[in-house]
């Protein structure tokens, strides 16, 4: 094992350590580049970069491998549950009973939302995207939680990561009445975390609501696979907006924000849109065609991973959990599925996606599951956001507690106009 290794720049070789992880590929440590040598590296979209060091997650894309602080996905969406995944996330080990209990507990009692916050959500329009509510509500959270901002406060830093994880679920559901033009549904604490997520998205005041538990613990296991991801670009956000010692709301915000968009958490969304679409299972073929076309830029929603060049463990799981939820609400034969079904098999035998390594991603089916379940379309990656945020938060308080953070600062290469002298406007033609 190298412990050093060498680079010729001009005349002049350098020395970098080479850094050596648990598993996964060596990293070159060329923090002392510049001073070295006067030059950067250049690295857009950070394909070849470690932003950091972390013990959280590990992904292996060419095997298809998920592990949450060591433990496979499959074990824990199959045998676990996501409270006791956010423990194991936060902590580093599986609680054991006593510290399970009293974890889901402290979340559990932490679910109310200062009452002020109904307020606050109608300054919103009534037909607002609820990831737009959602980016400024919890941004809004540290207008309302002045004591647990402080971030050099260890236990400020642990009520913020509870208070994150158990709120979540209420403000996803006020996003969700507040679009439909319901009345808010408050959490009630002998349901477990998704039944009460779903109790407060589903019931209403005048009737009385029977959770299914075949669906929550589905909803369960899609919090689970949604956990964590290692340093995507949403939790590569929360980091950076973190790494200047912004208070932690304000950073999951900007996580949020960043998980929106299309090529990340709206994914989902658009994988549905997509599926609806093409419409019926003949069409798929022309769809296919057009993914392919280099000269339009429409791509196959749901397929093709930055890490993953195998199939995407958690699609595996999330297709399972797709036919459960289908069977148990008794759903057939659904369009959408049919259609996906037939895209999957012809996507994964055609060479475009052979060579380039497209397999389908835990997007492509869990908008199948979420819509089964009676979630809009617009709701898909708020319950992303709403199951990644342990994942940010964790990441979050391993950067704080590491003592080699430092700001993030990326640098550039700069192609715009050397310097030149302003002209008055009466000078410039
Ligand atoms: N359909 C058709 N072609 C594709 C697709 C696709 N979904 N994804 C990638 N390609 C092609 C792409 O055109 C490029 O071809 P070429 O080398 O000829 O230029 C090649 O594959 C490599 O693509 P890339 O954009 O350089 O790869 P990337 O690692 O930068 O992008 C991605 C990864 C996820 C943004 C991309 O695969 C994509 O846009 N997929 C669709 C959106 C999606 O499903 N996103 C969810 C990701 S999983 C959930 C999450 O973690 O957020």
Redesign the pocket.
Known sequence: MSTSSKLTIDDKTLDFPVKHGSIGPDVYDISKLYAQSGAFTYDP?FTSTASCESKITYIDGDEGVLLYRGYPIEQLAEHGDFLETCYLLLYGELPSAAQKHAFVDNVTHHTMVHDQMNRFFLGFRRDAHPMAIMVASVGALSAFYHDSTDISDETQRMIAQIRMIAKMPTLAAMAYKYSIGQPFVYPKNDLDYASNFLRMCFAVPCEEYKVNPILARALDRIFTLHAD?EQ?ASTSTVRLAGSSGANPFACIAAGIACLWG????G?NEA?LKMLSEIGTPDNVAKYVAK?KDKNDPF????????VYKNYDPRARIMQKTTHEVLSELGIKDDPLLDVAIELEQIALKDDYFIE?K?YP???FYSGITLKAMGFPTSMFTVLFALARTVGWIAQWKEMIEDPSQKIGRPRQLYVGSPKRDYMPVSQRS
């Open positions: 979209g991801h995507n299309p090529a990340h958490g994914a994988a993914a791509r196959l929603m749901g397929f093709g991973h930055r380039k497209l991603n835990i997007d």
